[in-house]
C-alpha cells in the first residue's frame, strides 16, 4: 500500500475535542508538515487545547468560519494547502433537537463550502471528512460484527441527518469531479479536554457532587468508547495509509 505524504495541511474545528489531540500529535511528530488549524471557538472548542503546538513552528491558528467561502478559498491558495481533516461540526445530540437549523448550516453547508473550495483550487490531494458511526442508528445489541461500512445508514436524530447528509456530499464531489476523499465514521470518544456536555465528563462531574446520574430507557442501552489518543493514531495511519474513495470504521467492542 503507498504511503501518502501531505506538505500543508488544514484542519478544521482544530481547538475541538478530537480534533485539538489529532493536530498535537501530528505537529509534534512531523516537523516538516505545515499545520494550519481553522477553528470559530464555539462554545465547546477552546484554543489552550492547542497549547502543546502553539509554539511550534509548523502551526498556525486561524480564527474563523469553514461557511466563509472567501476566507476558505484564501486559506487553500495562500497556504498552500494540499490536504484537509474536516472535523468541524457540531456534535451534541440533545442540542439537534432544539437548533437543528445550526446543525444544518455547520454540518452541511459549511462541507459544501469546503468541497466547493477543493473544486475551485483543483490543488487537493486528501480531503478526510470525519463523519460518526451514529449515520447508521442503532445498532442490534446482539449482532456478532455490528455495522460494517457498506451497511445503510439509518440516522436517528437531527444530529446523525446532517452528518449522512454531509456524507453524500462528499461522496458526490469525489464522484463528480474526482475529489480524492476518505471519510470516516468513529465511536464515541473520551479523554482530557472533553467538553463536559458529554456523558463521561458529565458523570464524572456529576458523581464528584455527590449527585444522581441520569440514565434514559431501562438502563440497558450499550456504548462502545474509544481513547482520544488512539482515535489520534487512527487519524494519523488513515492519513498515510488511507485508499481514496474509501469509508474507515474507527471503533471498538469495548463498553
Do not use: W
Amino acid at each position: 500500500m503507498a504511503t501518502y505524504k501531505p506538505r500543508n495541511i488544514l484542519i478544521t474545528g482544530a481547538a475541538g475535542f478530537i480534533a485539538s489531540h489529532v493536530a498535537n500529535r501530528l505537529i509534534r511528530n512531523y516537523p516538516n508538515y505545515k499545520i494550519v488549524a481553522l477553528d470559530k471557538l464555539d462554545y465547546c472548542s477552546n484554543l489552550k487545547n492547542l497549547n502543546p503546538s502553539k509554539s511550534s513552528p509548523n502551526f498556525k491558528f486561524v480564527e474563523g468560519d469553514i461557511g466563509s467561502a472567501d476566507l476558505v478559498n484564501y486559506l487553500l491558495f495562500t497556504e498552500s494547502i494540499d490536504t484537509i481533516m474536516h472535523f468541524a461540526a457540531q456534535t451534541h445530540v440533545d442540542n439537534s433537537f432544539g437548533n437543528s437549523f445550526e446543525f444544518t448550516k455547520n454540518n452541511i453547508y459549511g462541507t459544501h463550502v469546503l468541497l466547493e473550495a477543493c473544486k475551485v483550487t483543483g490543488q487537493i490531494k486528501r480531503f478526510i471528512h470525519v463523519s460518526t458511526d451514529e449515520v447508521y442508528g442503532e445498532t442490534d445489541e446482539d449482532a456478532v460484527v455490528g455495522n460494517h461500512e457498506a451497511s445503510q445508514l439509518l440516522p436517528s436524530n437531527p444530529y446523525s441527518a446532517t452528518k449522512a447528509g454531509a456524507e453524500m456530499l462528499v461522496m458526490a464531489y469525489g464522484r463528480s469531479y474526482g475529489l480524492p476523499v476518505i471519510t470516516t465514521r468513529g465511536n464515541n470518544v473520551y479523554g482530557p479536554n472533553q467538553f463536559p456536555e458529554k456523558l463521561i465528563p458529565k458523570f464524572i462531574l456529576l458523581a464528584m457532587r455527590g449527585m444522581v446520574l441520569p440514565i434514559h430507557g431501562d438502563g440497558s442501552n450499550v456504548r462502545s468508547y474509544l481513547y482520544c489518543e488512539d482515535v489520534a493514531e487512527a487519524f494519523e495511519v488513515i492519513l498515510h495509509r488511507g485508499e481514496v474513495g474509501h469509508v474507515y470504521n474507527i471503533g471498538t467492542k469495548k463498553e
